[in-house]
Antibody, heavy 124, light 105 residues
Framework: QVQLVESGGGVVQPGWSLRLSCAAS????????MHWVRQAPGKGLEWVGV????????YYADSVKGRFTISRDNSKNTLFLQMNSLRAEDTAVYYC?????????????????WGQGTTVTVSS | DIHMTQSPSSVSASVGDRVTITCRAS??????LVWYQQRPGKGPDLLIH???TLEAGVPARFSGSGSGRDFTLTISSVQPEDFATYYC?????????FGQGTKLV
């Protein structure tokens, strides 16, 4: 079955950088787009961005555009989220999630597999 | 950006009750709407895609309907394991925005 394990979270100061990883197993990672979604403490879900199966398409939420970068290594079944210039409002649990459709640049299906999340806290 | 308005923010129910949650998009999204269930401390689970198609393994007491701007998630007979928070998300265009969530208590 689909298994996604996020890592790399921690406590950092405003302006610092952090790189999250998501190790995937149980499915053909290179066939599927992958998303990042975050959830601030006690709040709802916020979509962060998505990368297509072949890395050719990457979309971001406006709130992270220019600061965050999504990438993937299909040879290692791993998704990444590079977060720069972190702000207090980036404090959240970060989830990686698998798109439900294969070989697509149109992410119409929704996210049918999720990790357990990794916590990022930005505080001085 | 497409704004998703979910209501109510919280709904109280007893086992066996019928519950309906609504989601309205700020513009038409055809049927590109999904529903998730999230239990405390867990990542969400996809319940329904394309507004009304139940995911494999999701109990038939869950159903979705709607198109255009207005959508509903219905639980026909609430079971103890259904007490959780439910989110809609539009997948018509980026950014793929979520509703604010409905907590079933």
């Amino acid at each position: 079955q689909v298994q996604l394990v996020e890592s790399g979270g921690g406590v950092v100061q405003p302006g610092w950088s952090l790189r999250l990883s998501c190790a995937a197993s149980g499915f053909n990672f290179s066939d599927f787009g992958m998303h990042w979604v975050r959830q601030a403490p006690g709040k709802g879900l916020e979509w962060v961005g998505v990368i297509s199966y072949d890395r050719s398409i990457v979309y971001y939420a406006d709130s992270v555009k220019g600061r965050f970068t999504i990438s993937r290594d299909n040879s290692k079944n791993t998704l990444f989220l590079q977060m720069n210039s972190l702000r207090a409002e980036d404090t959240a649990v970060y989830y990686c999630a698998k798109e439900g459709l294969t070989y697509t640049y149109f992410f119409y299906y929704g996210m049918d597999g999720w990790g357990q999340g990794t916590t990022v806290t930005v505080s001085s | 950006d497409i704004h998703m308005t979910q209501s109510p923010s919280s709904v109280s129910a007893s086992v066996g009750d019928r519950v309906t949650i609504t989601c309205r998009a700020s513009q038409g999204i055809t049927n590109w709407l999904v529903w998730y269930q999230q239990r405390p401390g867990k990542g969400p689970d996809l319940l329904i895609h394309a507004a009304s198609t139940l995911e494999a393994g999701v109990p038939a007491r869950f159903s979705g309907s709607g198109s255009g701007r207005d959508f509903t998630l219905t639980i026909s007979s609430v079971q103890p394991e259904d007490f959780a928070t439910y989110y809609c998300q539009q997948v018509d265009s980026t950014p793929y925005t979520f509703g604010q969530g409905t907590k079933l208590v």
